[in-house]
């Protein structure tokens, strides 16, 4: 069973930056292609970023390209997402999903919010 836990979302100006991190316990990371979606109110959960095993490729969403940098340290079972520039279309709870041969998983979500 893999499990997922998010942390470091948070309050943060319009403007400025957020590096939420997801540890994965339970299984062998480097194995798991990686993702990061947010969820806002009223909207449907939507894909922001995602990064294959070794962290070679990566891929976003177009509303977060330039701006939000996915990345993973596989000895530390860890993947981040660094966020700039956020703006007041960005906030949402913030899901790390783990795609895997087993099935996915995912994280209980972190909650970033953006004040202007």
């Known amino acids: 069973q893999v499990q997922l836990v998010e942390s470091g979302g948070g309050l943060v100006q319009a403007g400025g930056s957020l590096r939420p991190s997801c540890a994965a316990s339970?299984?062998?990371?480097?194995?798991?292609?990686m993702g990061w979606f947010r969820q806002a109110p009223g909207k449907e959960r939507e894909f922001v970023a995602s990064i294959s095993r070794s962290g070679g490729k990566t891929s976003y969403a177009d509303s977060v390209k330039g701006r939000f940098t996915i990345s993973r340290d596989n000895a530390k079972n860890t993947v981040y997402l660094q966020m700039n520039s956020l703006n007041p279309e960005d906030p949402a709870v913030y899901y790390c999903k783990a795609l895997t041969m087993r099935g996915t998983y995912w994280g209980q979500g972190t909650q970033v919010t953006v004040s202007s």
């Open positions: 339970g299984g062998t990371f480097d194995r798991y292609v």
